[in-house]
């Protein structure tokens, strides 16, 4: 599977931005798909996931509230919808894919629990 994130962009604090990750070379319906984030010298963490039925997402507290993560099987493609932009939202955002979703109840929430990523795109709100 290849993830091609996109949609980052420079916008400010309070505005809204959508980022998409198209999938290929396979069908996204049985992943979990799960969106990072990393600013500079930090560690890369946990924004977003969704279950690989759709029935079930996940959010960091830091964006709950803020960020709506979907999926479009047509599309082979999840969305990360994020609103009321801060500037401590800036950071490379990367999609991830688990494999493995099907298989759980639940996603994860480490990097560790994705095998594969998108390029990141990079996303800053200016105050």
């Known amino acids: 599977v290849q993830l091609q994130a996109s949609g980052g962009g420079l916008v400010q604090a309070g505005g809204s931005l959508r980022l998409s990750c198209a999938a290929s070379g396979r069908s996204i319906s049985s992943y979990a798909m799960g969106w990072f984030r990393q600013a500079p010298g930090k560690d890369r963490e946990f924004v977003a996931a969704?279950?690989?039925?759709?029935?079930?997402?996940y959010y960091a507290d830091s964006v709950k509230g803020r960020f709506t993560i979907s999926g479009d099987n047509a599309k082979n493609t999840e969305y990360l919808q994020m609103n009321s932009l801060r500037p401590e939202d800036t950071a490379v955002y990367y999609c991830a894919a688990d494999p493995k979703g099907i298989l759980r109840s639940s996603v994860g929430v480490r990097p560790s629990d994705y095998d594969y990523w998108g390029q990141g795109t990079l996303v800053t709100v200016s105050s």
């Open positions: 969704i279950t690989w039925s759709g029935g079930s997402t």
